[in-house]
Structures are given as C-alpha cells and as structure tokens.
C-alpha cells in the first residue's frame, strides 16, 4: 500500500532518475533476450551460421547488454538515493540490488564463454560446451532480472 501512495506523492525531479532506471532495466532485458535468442539458434547451426549468430551474440552482450545494465544501475543508486535517502532499505530494493550485484560477475562470465564460443565457431565448428554454458548463464540472468522487475513493480513487503 504504501509503495502506491508513494509513487502518487513522488516529485517530479524524481521522474527523470526513475525513467533512466526503467529504461536502462527494458533494455537489458531485451538485449539479453535477444542474445539469448541468438545463442539458442546458434545451437544447431553449423559453420558460417553458427558463426553469425555466436558473432552477434557476443557483440550484443558487450554493445547492447553492458551499457543498459550500466545505465540501468546508476539511475537505480541514484533514484534510491532521491527517494530513501537514510531509510532503511525495503524488501523490494534489496532484490533489485541483489540480482544487480550478483549479475555482474555472471555477465562478465557470459561475455567472456560467448567470446570463447565466438572463436571456435569461427573455426568452422559447432557452438561447444562454452557456447552452451554461456547459453545456459544468460538464460538465468533473464529469469533473475524477470523476478528483480516482478518485484520493482509489485513492491512485496512495502
């Protein structure tokens, strides 16, 4: 209840920091589901089709993915900061935090198992347990960011 009355009373000077948060958070959900995509159908593919869809994949996670979830969580520190200041942190906001934090070296493990897919699909081979692995990560990053956005908007324990 409380999460509603607040949204009703914010002040404007909070909606700019707020959209940022919300745009950067669209964007990464996107991107990744488009690298998921991309690294689903990369799976029985061979040769220059993999290679293509691997090559995406990997470009899309360092061109698309990074810089939303660097926006998405910059604009989050400093909504938060606008809005809770001191207080102390809800329910919601230590989800959101959570799987921020805890995405970040997940990320980075992506990109890297998807460079790793990247070269040997450029090889002529098929996707590899590195490229299924990477495949495998993002897909758990997309459910954790699907439950972080469930909570930003439901706002349980508010």
Known sequence: MMGG????VRPGAWEFPLFLHVLGAMLLVGALVTVLSA??????REGADAALLTRFAFRSLLLAVL????????????????????????????IGYLTA???VP????????????MRGTRRGD?????GRVATV???LLVAAYLVAMWAMTTKPGA
């Open 39 to 44: 690294l689903v159908l990369s799976w029985r």
């Open 67 to 94: 810089p939303s979830f660097v926006l998405m969580r910059v604009a989050a520190q400093w909504t938060f900061s606008r809005e809770f200041g001191e207080a102390a942190n809800p329910d919601w906001v230590d």
């Open 106 to 117: 997940v990320l980075v493990l992506a990109a890297i198992l998807a460079g790793l897919a």
């Open 126 to 130: 098929t996707l590899g347990l590195t």
């Open 5 to 8: 009355l607040l949204g009703a």
């Open 101 to 103: 934090d805890l995405g």
């Open 137 to 139: 990560i993002v897909a």
